[in-house]
C-alpha cells in the first residue's frame, strides 16, 4: 500500500470515529486502527468450504459498568481462557467467482467453534446447508468484544470484501463475553450499531444474532437483566443497522424459555456442543435465505 494510501485511509478512519461522550460517563467507541499491516490479506482465520421485556434499552438504570456481574468472575467466556486467543490458520483473502456470495463469519468463541471438533462450528455446519454458490470464512477470534471487533475490522474484515461478488455478507455475533465483563447493554449496543453501519457503508450486508443465556440462568443477575436489554434492542432496531437478525434466543431448543433442557446443547454452560451448533446454523441457514434467494 503506498503512502498516499495510507495517510489517507487514516484520514478517512479518523473522521468517521469522532464522536462526542455517549453522555452517560462511557466513552464513544473509538476509530479502530488508522493502519493496516502489509499483510492484510492473511487473516487468523479458517476457510470453511420474544422475550418478556419491555423496559427500552436507554430507560434501563443497570448497575456501573465496575459492578461484578456475568457469572462473578471478571473472566471470559471460555473454559479454554477465552481471552487468549488460539492461533489459526493464516489463509489468504478467499477467491470468490463472479456471481458468487461471500459470507464472513465473526464473533468470538461462540462461532469459532470452542469446544468441539473440527469442522463442528456453526459457520462450518451452515455451509454445507447453503447454496453451492458461496464462500464463508470464519474470522472469529475467542475472547472478543464488540471493541475488539470495532477495532480490528477495518483491516481484518474490510479487505476480504469482494467486489466481483453478488454479494457479501458478514453475519456477526458478540456481546456474551461484554456483558460477562459487566458492560451495560448500552454501550454494547453502540457498539454494535457503529460496528454494522460501518460495514454497511462499505458494501457489506449484515446479519447479526441475538445473545444466548448461560446455563444455569439467573433470571435476577445482572448478566442476565442486560442481556434482555440488548435482546430487546436488537429485535426493536435492527432495520436501523443491519439487513436480517438471527434470532437463536427465541428459538425454544437453547434460547431464553429452553432452562436446563438447553444444557443439552452446551459443553460447560456457554459454549455449544456439536448439536447446538447445528441448532445456531439452522437459525442463522433460516435467516440467510431470503438473501440467497437466487444464489442457486
Not at 183 to 194: G, M
Request: hydrophobic share 40%; net charge negative; with cysteine.
Amino acid at each position: 500500500m503506498s503512502l498516499v494510501a495510507l495517510v489517507a485511509l487514516a484520514a478517512t478512519v479518523a473522521l468517521a470515529g469522532c464522536a462526542a461522550s455517549l453522555g452517560d460517563g462511557e466513552p464513544a467507541a473509538g476509530p479502530g486502527p488508522t493502519v493496516c499491516t502489509d499483510d492484510v490479506a492473511t487473516q487468523q482465520a479458517a476457510t470453511v468450504a420474544g422475550d418478556g421485556t419491555t423496559m427500552g434499552i436507554d430507560e434501563a438504570d443497570g448497575a456501573a459498568e465496575s459492578d461484578a456481574g456475568g457469572d462473578g468472575t471478571g473472566q471470559p467466556t471460555g473454559g479454554e481462557a477465552d481471552g487468549d486467543e488460539e492461533d489459526g490458520e493464516a489463509v489468504a483473502v478467499p477467491e470468490v467467482a463472479a456471481g458468487d456470495t461471500l459470507i464472513v463469519f465473526d464473533g468470538d468463541s461462540l462461532t469459532y467453534g470452542t469446544g468441539t471438533a473440527a469442522g463442528e462450528d456453526y459457520p462450518s455446519v451452515a455451509l454445507q446447508r447453503l447454496p453451492s454458490r458461496v464462500t464463508a470464512v470464519n474470522v472469529a477470534v475467542p475472547g472478543q468484544e464488540w471493541s475488539d471487533m470495532l477495532d480490528d475490522a477495518a483491516c481484518e474484515i474490510d479487505p476480504l470484501f469482494a467486489p466481483a461478488a453478488r454479494q457479501n455478507i458478514v453475519v456477526v455475533w458478540a456481546g456474551t463475553n461484554d456483558l460477562n465483563r459487566t458492560h451495560t447493554a448500552k454501550r454494547i449496543w453502540r457498539e454494535l450499531e457503529r460496528y454494522c453501519r460501518d460495514r454497511r457503508r462499505r458494501g457489506w450486508k449484515v446479519v447479526i444474532l441475538t445473545v444466548l443465556p448461560r446455563i444455569p440462568t439467573r433470571s435476577g443477575s445482572r448478566f442476565e437483566r442486560q442481556r434482555r436489554l440488548l435482546n430487546h434492542a436488537i429485535r426493536e432496531r435492527w432495520p436501523a443497522v443491519a439487513d436480517a437478525v438471527a434470532d437463536v434466543a427465541h428459538d425454544e431448543r437453547i434460547g431464553d424459555y429452553a432452562g436446563f433442557a438447553a444444557a443439552q446443547y452446551k459443553t460447560d454452560g456457554i459454549h455449544n456442543n456439536a448439536a447446538g451448533n447445528a441448532v445456531i446454523a439452522e437459525v442463522v441457514v433460516d435467516t440467510l435465505r431470503p438473501l440467497l434467494a437466487h444464489d442457486d
